[in-house]
């Protein structure tokens, strides 16, 4: 029976951060509507206008440009609607794939890195705005965003920029990248689930897709979410300095001998996409879970299935291998014993199915 488990599953969701629980525990006892102007409204209000500071200190923004919504989700849908044409790279995240079914995508190369060369060409044709994520939520390989602004600029075309799995990693400026349109999701770096934020830079149009009240500043009708939007307020200010993972990430890269997708392009310090050669996906995840590691495959946003990855498919990847990759995330809590047991017990299965390697490879690792 396994009595200790390993969390590497980050940039699913990343646990509570407890700066975060104590906000929102706060925000909880406290109540109040931010809308009302007595004495409990107002002390909502702080909390929010709070939260925004801290939210707009993370990513190099004015406060006044920080919209909260439910998640990352609201915030690609709300960035890509009321456009004209788009273009997104084919290694985005569905919520902005789904969000524009009529979209024309950008190539990326072996790395999982934007083809720049195809996207001036596709510029030509003057689009309203281009949509390219700062770093994979599946390979964590970090775009060239700032080319795809100085690209776009010369055609008038508005850039989005989904920055979900970047953000509270490594840095992020909204202002220093030039992009106009900025996804976030608490969740990922230590907050609570449901509240991100779209982060619009100033001067920039926003159609809204909801209407019933002013709040947002009448750029997202409804009620705010208090305690949430407090949570991801005092996790963006926990995440200021970065996640500094990147001797687990290296550990793990160097004891097992899959092959690790976008290893030549720039990456997060936290994600690692490798194989098992041989073995699916899905085996991989449900016994690395009895042995107390949890880790995915693919986006967590197929919950409950193993679909192969688009991601990978994008990059060239053939199927039957694209079949056998998994993401391994760590965060602000993972330690080193968390990525020993990793390495166990993938070995372990990776010998029990009969890769007679594995002892070298270890072995060149130590």
């Not at 919520?95 to 190539?107: D, E, H, T």
């Not at 080319?147 to 850039?159: F, K, Q």
Request: hydrophobic content about 45%.
């Amino acid at each position: 029976m396994v009595t200790a488990y390993s969390y590497l599953d980050h940039n699913a969701t990343s646990p509570l951060r407890p700066a975060a629980l104590d906000a929102m525990v706060e925000a909880l006892h406290a109540g109040g509507n931010p809308s009302s102007v007595h004495r409990p409204g107002r002390a909502a209000r702080a909390r929010i206008d709070k939260a925004r500071r801290q939210v707009a200190a993370l990513v190099g923004a004015l406060p006044g440009e920080v919209v909260f919504t439910s998640g990352g989700t609201e915030a690609n849908n709300i960035a890509l609607h009321g456009h004209q044409r788009v273009l997104v790279s084919a290694i985005e995240h569905e919520s902005v794939l789904k969000a524009v079914p009529g979209a024309a995508c950008i190539p990326v190369d072996g790395n999982g890195v934007l083809d720049l060369a195809a996207l001036e060409r596709m510029l030509t044709s003057k689009p309203s705005l281009v949509s390219v994520m700062f770093a994979n939520n599946e390979t964590g390989v970090i775009q060239p965003i700032a080319e795809v602004v100085r690209l776009a600029r010369a055609s008038g075309a508005l850039v989005h920029c989904d920055a979900v799995q970047a953000a509270g990693k490594v840095p992020v400026d909204l202002h220093g990248l030039g992009v106009d349109y900025l996804s976030l999701s608490a969740h990922k770096l230590g907050g609570p689930t449901g509240v991100g934020a779209l982060v619009v830079r100033e001067g920039v149009p926003l159609v809204t897709d909801r209407f019933g009240g002013g709040q947002e500043s009448y750029r997202r009708a409804g009620t705010e979410n208090v305690a949430g939007i407090a949570g991801f307020g005092a996790a963006a200010e926990a995440s200021r300095d970065g996640l500094d993972v990147a001797a687990l990430r290296e550990r793990i890269e160097a004891s097992l001998p899959g092959r690790v997708y976008g290893a030549a392009a720039p990456r997060l310090p936290n994600t690692t996409c490798l194989s098992m050669p041989g073995v699916k996906a899905e085996t991989q995840v449900m016994a690395l879970d009895l042995a107390g590691v949890a880790v995915s495959a693919g986006s967590a946003c197929s919950s409950g299935k193993v679909n192969r990855s688009a991601v990978l498919t994008a990059m060239g990847v053939e199927p039957a291998e694209a079949e056998t990759a998994i993401r391994i995330s760590c965060g602000w809590n993972t330690v080193f014993e968390d990525i020993e047991r990793l390495i166990t017990a993938w070995q372990g299965l990776y010998t029990r199915v009969g890769r007679s390697d594995i002892t070298s490879a270890a072995r060149r690792a130590a």
